[in-house]
Nanobody
Framework: QVQLVESGGGLVQAGGSLKLSCAAS????????KAWFRQAPGKEREFVAA????????RYEDSVKDRFTISRDNAKNTMYLQMNSLKPEDTATYYC???????????????WGQGTQVTVSS
């Protein structure tokens, strides 16, 4: 079973940057497509970004395009989310996710991390 552990969250002022990391256990899962989701208080969890196993294909939710960059280092079993030009509306708990296909990881991934809190102050 894959285990995902997020880190890098914190408090930042609007316009600032943060870089989230998601470390995965198990070499078997290093090639799984992975994604970031987020959930703000009182709202449903929403898709943020996804990346295929080579890193050559990515997809973003419209509100984060041109501000967030998803990447991965398969040798380190780690995925990243570089977040720039942060806005108060980006405040949420950010979760990494994994599954065996890209279509599953963007819609209903099976494996989830525990989440890391990102708070953007105005």
């Amino acid at each position: 079973q894959v285990q995902l552990v997020e880190s890098g969250g914190g408090l930042v002022q609007a316009g600032g940057s943060l870089k989230l990391s998601c470390a995965a256990s198990g070499r078997t899962y290093s090639t799984y497509p992975k994604a970031w989701f987020r959930q703000a208080p009182g709202k449903e969890r929403e898709f943020v970004a996804a990346i295929n196993w080579t890193g050559g294909y990515t997809r973003y939710e419209d509100s984060v395009k041109d501000r967030f960059t998803i990447s991965r280092d398969n040798a380190k079993n780690t995925m990243y989310l570089q977040m720039n030009s942060l806005k108060p509306e980006d405040t949420a708990t950010y979760y990494c996710a994994a599954d065996s296909s890209f279509s599953l990881v963007v819609s209903s991934p099976h494996y989830w991390g525990q989440g890391t809190q990102v708070t953007v102050s105005s």
